[in-house]
């Protein structure tokens, strides 16, 4: 049984900095593609990913709104994939969720994810 399990969410204040994990099991971890996607209060789940990084190759994508503040990281050994978010935003107020898929794709849509976590909150306090 495959299993997503993400952690590190919280509140902060805009400025501050937070580090996702997401712990993937029942699957062989080199062979995918690691995401995290975030959903908005009160809107639908983003399509495109906010970080992706591939276990394959190391590739990484950023969505254009995260770039400079947030790095995406794989340990493969923990079989963990993390992000690191540094100032933090209001906007970037959400529900994180991290989810692993079989292939690449180029701005890592959510549609090629198979496998999903439950979330994990993160709130930033302006």
């Known amino acids: 049984e495959v299993q997503v399990v993400e952690s590190g969410g919280g509140l902060v204040q805009a400025g501050g900095s937070l580090r996702l994990s997401c712990v993937v099991s029942?699957?062989?971890?080199?062979?995918?593609?690691v995401g995290w996607f975030r959903q908005v209060p009160g809107k639908e789940r983003e399509r495109e990913g906010v970080?992706?990084?591939?276990?394959?190759?190391?590739?990484?994508v950023y969505k254009d709104s995260v770039k400079g503040r947030f790095t995406i990281s794989s340990d493969n050994a923990k079989k963990t994939v993390y992000l690191q978010m540094n100032n933090l935003k209001p906007d970037d107020t959400a529900v994180y969720y991290c989810?692993?898929?079989?292939?690449?794709?180029?701005?890592?849509?959510?549609?090629?994810?198979?496998?999903w976590g439950q979330g994990t909150h993160v709130s930033i306090s302006s």
């Open positions: 029942g699957l062989i971890f080199n062979d995918y593609t």
């Open positions: 970080s992706c990084i591939s276990n394959v190759d190391g590739r990484t």
């Open positions: 989810a692993a898929a079989a292939v690449w794709r180029h701005r890592c849509p959510s549609d090629y994810f198979d496998f």
